[in-house]
């Protein structure tokens, strides 16, 4: 929850960079759902992401390798609600980058035995990318990054993506 604004908060008057520093990341993402223990389950049992945290039946947090927090769960605002109908703005998908091919082989068998009904798959040219739901209608999307030196470029030499089939029985091959 936030703490109160200063009423004399304002910017600096020193010039800014106009863009982020390249270290810039999504650091986390947090989540209204409708029922908590059921989140939980998903995100853990489904998805492969460790609990590190929570705040009585209302907020849990869950990571992979002992950060802080990649996903905020909570009730807050949301507790037995029903997710946005289609057609309105929100957010589209929470991304899980996997460190390799085989991690992301290894998140989709997990997601496929668990019964979740995949939505899309890609091959990205810089990413293999497979889509789905979380059980509050939150779209996910599990992927991993092609290293650098493999992606396709585009004449100017920025990177080329695409939406090609991705083939989820190879993929699933490697897990």
Do not use: C
Not at 44 to 70: K, M, T
Not at 113 to 139: T, W
């Amino acid at each position: 929850m936030a703490n109160p604004i200063p009423a004399d908060l304002r910017a600096p008057d020193a010039p800014l960079p106009e863009t982020a520093p390249p270290g810039t990341r999504i650091g986390h993402v947090h989540l209204k759902v409708s029922d908590l223990e059921r989140a939980i389950a998903f995100y853990r049992d489904v998805l492969g992401l460790e609990l590190q945290a929570r705040y009585g039946n209302q907020a849990a947090f869950l990571s992979a390798g002992g950060y802080h927090h990649h996903i905020g769960l909570n009730t807050w605002e949301s507790a037995g609600g029903t997710a946005p109908p289609p057609g309105h703005t929100g957010l589209y998908h929470t991304a899980l980058l996997y460190p390799d091919r085989r991690a992301l082989a290894q998140a989709l068998a997990r997601a496929l035995r668990a019964g979740v009904k995949l939505d899309g798959h890609a091959d990205h040219g810089v990413s293999e990318a497979v889509y789905f739901r979380d059980p509050d209608g939150n779209g996910i999307e599990i992927y991993r990054d092609r290293p650098e030196s493999e992606w396709p470029r585009t004449p100017d030499g920025g990177p080329a993506m695409s939406n090609a089939p991705l083939d989820l029985h190879a993929l699933l091959a490697e897990a």
